[in-house]
């Protein structure tokens, strides 16, 4: 074959060739589970005609480009499968796999046409061979693994048609978004200059506008990053079946959660990790029927994979019904390696045992196989998943199977941080790495220097301990006030405490790649660009570590639970807490004993007034803490507040559960309405500061009677009722007829009286103290000098009277 | 061989930069400062919403970072995907020579032989081609790590 099969023509030739390698690749990849599909359901004729029709297209536009070997590949496939369509064949698992075989070549090939390298020199004939002779060749692989490959069921996802599309570049995008966060920080800028210049209402309209449309365009544009996670799934169904095969295991595969969108670097980044568990899961995981026949389970394993989103994560479960993690075999293997004391390994709670499968070089497989034992362990992926601001959780059921989850934030570049501060410079450091925030003066916090080394010992637990300044090379300027102490967890699972001036604030941030030069540094895991305009560093708490050359040895965390039980009597404090999400997404915590009750509320009866947020119930007008107005539905959960007298609405997305938390977040951080961060089933979650909800509140509550009323006494004077309260009313006053039945009377008020029963008045004055009343006389002119009153129709004085009154 | 250039001075030093090179010109006003690292490495600084990492071109050279105060203009370039603010003293012109790139005659100095390619003539002085891409990828990586 000679290798240059690539097309030196024109610039039309060029363009269209590359149009055909990407369709080939972008089909190929969607494919892969489709076969598999097939295999399992032989019967279902629409996949089997997609595949056809795969093959027929390459067979049709290779022709036309002149590319003879990818002609000769799908042409001996689509005979084949034309005959399977006509019924004189059956698709076996040595047909699939032939097929697969074709695929896979036609892979390659049109990814050397793409990289414009020499053509794979293999021979096709082989594989073409074992298409159209399904015998003895293939038969014999067959009897090696002793039975036939197990299918492997896929659950189908979605429908097949969807809506149109076009292929655009992906730095069209980049540049899109580029474009628009610019848009962005000029709006800001404007914002910020509109605000130094006197208040122009018009002008703020139109601003409004400007900022919504801007808002709405991020929006959108952000949406061209997401991608379905059934990308990050093409590929393992494929992967399945070609390991058990090689393991003679079975497995039924289930996928689930397809359409659930991430960004599309998130994808990228979580492929591998995802790859690596699955892999994990079949090799180590799930037995040979052999073995399941033998421990009472059915031959077949189960393996499962489900990705949904919570909130501004990406959630993705990945389960099988296996062998679980021998635990015991871990602590051996840590033993050995000397990573651990066999004293301390006798007090580690089970917990602490499974985490060991974290540490670089434990694994519990016997030998290193080829399919997962690459020298890439779990560490790796925790690393991985880590500093893409993920979380990995395991539960664990020996002999019954494990669940692994992977919680990624919904897009790489937007993860929630803290801003610290450190030798005079702010840094940003990924709040999922931070354990807990100390001040050197807290009195379960003990730091010692031995040899040069500080070791912070926080309630009984040492841990290294490091000045960022030190390790980043920095002067530490004079503080006054106490130092901040933070506990980090870096990748590789021994937490270090870290000191630096202040934690400062607690932000989502937007991340960028650093440039190669910084990230030489090893410190570093990116940067952002806040609001002032002053480029900031995303600290990688991996680095920092290993900058530092701090020691790796696991350390006695069940000496710290000795130590502490007869602290945990006393303990940490638990209270009961609310569990919800917000409108925006976000799953906090709020002190149960504050919430009176939660209740459906119509959105209609949300308004604004005068800047403050509020919420009409049962007649009243009842202030909204998060200044939330608008829903965009019907019906809006609420939970409704009290601390004793002050009441307030908190409407959220949904309410969740009720859970315990600690008195004390685990991790101090406020900010706004936010108290810290407690750790809730390995979730971190925000707690609502209730002090800092209710300060915030308007002063007093809303008043809806901002101003006074008018009381006319005189309810049954023709005067009083058919030109004074009409003009009253007209006037924008509230206006009550008679006396209040309850006579509660507010100092705004105003009484009016025509004057003419004395007796009536004095009656009424007795009761109303503090309210200020004005009378009216019939006459123009003033009975005496000690006559206060007004005359009736003179409008000015009487309007004058009542503004007075009601100040 | 017409080709456009822009002549500056970097570290006391005459050099001409090929103009397919160069984004932008930039005047410097706040650099946030990346600790740990080299002197070669200035800092951060936001070009509207983009960062760039400016590179001290003459401690790159010369190993020494200079002053503060004297930070003044960058050549703004895009180099594999990242954009750079690279540090000059100033800049003289952009035009076209005529004559193009002349091969290097005399004993270059060891500092700035990985930097330079070639002699251009401008003004009846030689001006030193350097490449941009050079002192990110052949020094200040070569120098960060």
């Known amino acids: ?807 | 061989m017409d080709r456009l250039y822009l002549f500056a001075t970097l570290a006391g030093t005459r050099i001409a930069v090929e103009t397919g090179e160069v984004e932008a010109v930039v005047r410097l006003t706040d650099v946030s400062p990346v600790p740990g690292m080299g002197a070669h490495i200035a800092g951060l600084s936001a070009l509207r919403s983009r960062v760039l990492t400016i590179i001290d071109v003459a401690a790159l050279i010369h190993g020494v970072a200079s002053p503060r105060v004297e930070r003044g203009l960058a050549i703004i370039a895009d180099i594999s995907g990242h954009s750079y603010g690279l540090m000059v003293d100033g800049v003289t012109d952009i035009c076209r020579v005529p004559e193009g790139e002349l091969p290097l005659r005399g004993q270059i100095g060891p500092a700035w032989a990985p930097y330079a390619r070639a002699i251009v003539e401008h003004e009846g002085h030689p001006w030193l081609l350097v490449s941009l891409a050079a002192f990110i990828e052949g020094g200040a990586l070569a120098q960060a790590a």
Request: charged residues 25%.
């Open chain 1, 1 to 807: 074959m000679v290798p240059s099969a690539r097309i030196r023509g024109t610039m039309g030739m060029d363009e269209l060739l590359q149009e055909f390698i990407s369709e080939t690749q972008e089909t190929l990849e969607a494919l892969a589970g489709e076969v598999v599909a097939w295999e399992a359901d032989p019967s279902d004729r629409d996949r089997l005609d997609a595949i056809f029709r795969f093959f027929h297209t390459v067979k049709g536009s290779c022709g036309f480009l002149n590319l003879p070997r990818f002609e000769r590949l799908s042409h001996a496939a689509e005979d084949v499968l034309s005959d399977i369509r006509a019924g004189k064949r059956v698709a076996d698992p040595s047909t699939v796999s032939a097929v697969l075989g074709l695929m896979d070549r036609i892979g390659e090939l049109a990814e050397a046409v793409a990289m414009g390298a020499a053509l794979p020199n293999e021979n096709d004939e082989f594989l073409i061979a074992a298409l159209t002779t399904p015998s003895d060749a293939t038969l014999t692989v067959e009897v090696e693994h002793g039975h036939a490959a197990a299918p492997v069921a896929v659950a189908r996802q979605g429908g097949q048609s969807g809506p149109r599309t076009i292929r655009l570049p992906l730095s069209l995008i980049d540049q899109l978004m580029n474009g628009v966060s610019d848009m962005v920080l000029a709006r800001n800028e404007l914002s910020r200059k509109l605000r130094e210049r006197s208040v122009d209402t018009e002008l703020d309209t139109v601003f409004e506008r400007l900022s919504t449309c801007v808002a709405d365009m991020r929006d959108v544009i952000s949406k061209t990053r997401m991608q379905r996670v059934e990308r990050l799934f093409a590929a393992i169904p494929r992967m399945v079946r070609d390991l058990g095969r090689d393991l003679g295991k079975r497995i039924d595969l289930t996928l689930e959660g397809g359409d659930v969108e991430m960004d599309r670097e998130m994808v990228e980044m979580v492929v591998d990790p995802l790859t690596h568990i699955v892999r994990n899961s079949i090799d180590h995981g799930i037995e040979t029927p052999e073995k399941r026949r033998a421990a009472g389970k059915p031959e077949t394993g189960q393996l499962r994979l489900e990705a949904r989103q919570s909130g501004n994560q990406i959630v993705i479960v990945v389960t099988d019904d296996g062998a679980g993690i021998d635990t015991a075999r871990l602590v051996e293997k840590a033993i050995a390696a000397g990573r651990l004391t066999p004293e301390a390994a006798a007090r580690m709670s089970e917990a602490d045992r499974l985490e060991l499968i974290f540490q670089a070089g434990l694994s519990t497989a016997n030998q290193v196989t080829a399919i997962s034992g690459r020298g890439v362990g779990m560490d790796v992926v925790r690393a991985n998943v880590e500093r893409i601001g993920g979380l990995i959780a395991l539960d664990n059921h020996p002999g019954r199977g494990l669940c692994i989850t992977l919680r990624v934030p919904l897009t790489l570049t937007i993860i929630p941080g803290l801003i610290i501060r450190a030798g005079g410079l702010h840094f940003a450091i990924p709040r999922a790495a931070v354990v807990e925030i100390l001040h050197d003066n807290n009195d379960t916090l003990q730091i010692s220097e031995v040899g040069g080394a500080k070791i912070a010992t926080i309630r009984g637990l040492r841990h290294s301990m490091i000045d960022l300044e030190d390790v980043l090379g920095m002067d530490k300027p004079v503080e006054t006030g106490p130092r901040a102490i933070m506990v980090v967890r870096s990748a590789t699972g021994v937490p270090f405490a870290m000191g630096v001036s202040a934690v400062d604030n607690h932000e989502e941030l937007v991340i960028r790649p650093a440039s190669p030069l910084v990230m030489a540094s090893g410190v570093y895991a990116g940067m952002t660009l806040p609001d002032n305009g002053k480029p900031m560093l995303l600290l990688d708490a991996a680095g920092i570590a290993s900058a530092a050359k701090l020691p790796t040895m696991i350390d006695d965390r069940a000496a710290r639970q000795s130590d502490q039980e007869a602290d945990a009597q006393s303990g940490v404090e638990m209270v009961a807490a609310l569990r919800f999400e917000e409108c925006s997404g976000e799953r906090r915590l709020l002190q149960l004993s504050l919430i009176e009750r939660v209740e459906d509320i119509d959105a209609s009866l949300f308004g604004r007034s005068g800047g403050n947020a509020f919420v009409r119930l049962d007649g009243r007008l009842v202030p909204v803490a998060n200044g939330l107005t608008d829903f965009g539905r019907d019906k809006i959960s609420a939970l409704r507040l009290r601390d004793g007298s002050v009441e307030a609405c908190y409407p959220v997305a949904a309410v969740l559960d009720i859970v315990q938390m600690p008195m004390v977040p685990d991790m101090v951080a406020m900010h706004g309405h936010v108290s810290g961060v407690a750790v809730i089933d390995g979730e971190h979650l925000e707690v609502i500061n209730p002090f800092a909800l209710f300060a915030s509140l308007p002063d007093g509550g809303i008043v809806e009677r901002v101003r006074g009323r008018c009381l006319l006494a005189d309810s049954d004077d023709g005067w009083t009722r058919d030109i004074l309260a009409p003009l009253l009313r007209q006037a924008g006053q509230e206006v009550v007829m008679g006396l209040p039945d309850d006579a509660a009377v507010d100092p705004r008020d105003v009484l009016l009286l025509t004057g003419h029963d004395a007796a009536q008045t004095a009656g009424v004055m007795a009761g109303m103290i503090g309210c200020r009343i004005v009378h009216l006389r019939a006459s123009p002119r003033a009975a005496g000098p000690q006559d206060s009153s007004i005359y009736r129709y003179d409008r000015d004085a009487l309007m004058a009277a009542i503004a007075g009154g009601q100040g």
